[in-house]
């Protein structure tokens, strides 16, 4: 196997790109973090990452932040809207994945979600299905990870003086960090097995939404009170009000709700190793 040293990640500067980012620097790879606003990059990583401008309106910059990379990791962003989906993921990784076969990359990675496959009809499922299928089609090694529910979501539920729950709280997810994610990657990219795989990667403890909240907000916002609205209620409120974000989640939790966890991630933690992070050390971290 040829090694992997240097790696260009798409989408690095978001929630779940940063931490991802973060462990493959601190696992030793020469990392590159391709964005629309390379500014935005120093301000986030300092010079332990380099900057590159990936714009996917210009073949020209996807083709200069590839040049001389052994790896890409595609961290791309869903919605607001469903039909963004299917530009912002499955276009976007049709276009990562032909250049990256022109270029001969060694390997592609996408965080994809834990219930896609080709019979699920919600757009946003759809759309990263189509994205594996254009990353699968390339020719170009790839490993696939179809993660569950993120702890870094969490964040986005404070509300000024709230923390909002969408729906009963009753679902139950193996809930994983973001930094486990990139722990895995950092292992992938030097496994020779690992390449043309799909990866389940669930967290170490499964647990409820209003369990979840519960440990996030006693540790990180015990002053702030904890308000639920109903799917159904978030739908509306955000069709109405213009507000795409609520809209957006709610219909997401509505979907996670009723098609619940269904992959199996023993292959990954046999291979890779078990995620270890827990809740409450992720909670305790992210107060500092």
Not at 44 to 56: H, L, P, R, W
Not at 109 to 117: P, R
Not at 229 to 242: E, M, S, V, Y
């Amino acid at each position: 196997m040829d090694k992997i040293t240097r790696v260009l990640v798409i989408g690095g500067t978001g929630m779940l790109g940063r931490p991802v980012t973060r462990r493959l620097v601190e696992e030793g790879y020469t990392v590159t973090v391709g964005s629309r606003s390379p500014g935005k990059v120093e301000d986030i990583f300092g010079s332990s990452v380099k900057a590159a401008t990936v714009d996917f309106s210009s073949p020209a910059s996807l083709a200069a932040a590839l040049e001389g990379q052994d790896a890409v990791h595609l961290n791309l962003p869903s919605g607001p809207r469903f039909e963004d989906c299917f530009r912002n993921e499955a276009r976007a990784a049709e276009t990562v994945a032909n250049a990256a076969a022109q270029v001969k990359l060694k390997r592609i990675s996408y965080l994809s979600g834990e219930t896609v496959g080709p019979d699920r009809k919600f757009p946003p499922v759809q759309a990263k299905w189509q994205a594996e299928e254009a990353i699968r089609a390339s020719g170009v090694p790839f490993t696939i990870w179809r993660a569950t529910w993120f702890m870094e979501t969490l964040t986005n539920l404070v509300k000024g003086g709230l923390i909002v729950i969408l729906g009963s709280g009753r679902s139950r997810v193996h809930w994983l960090a973001g930094e486990d994610l990139g722990t895995s990657l950092a292992k992938a990219l030097r496994t020779e097995d690992s390449a043309d795989r799909i990866f389940y990667i669930y967290g170490p403890e499964a647990m409820t939404f209003k369990e979840a909240v519960l440990i996030f907000r006693d540790t990180c916002h015990p002053e702030k009170k904890i308000m639920k609205i109903p799917t159904g209620l978030a739908i509306i409120l955000g069709k109405l009000t213009g507000g795409r974000e609520m809209w957006f989640g709610a219909q997401m939790i509505r979907y996670l709700d009723a098609a619940g966890e269904t992959g199996d991630p023993i292959e990954m933690s046999r291979l890779l190793g078990p995620t270890k992070t827990t809740l409450a050390q992720f909670a305790a971290k992210l107060k500092g």
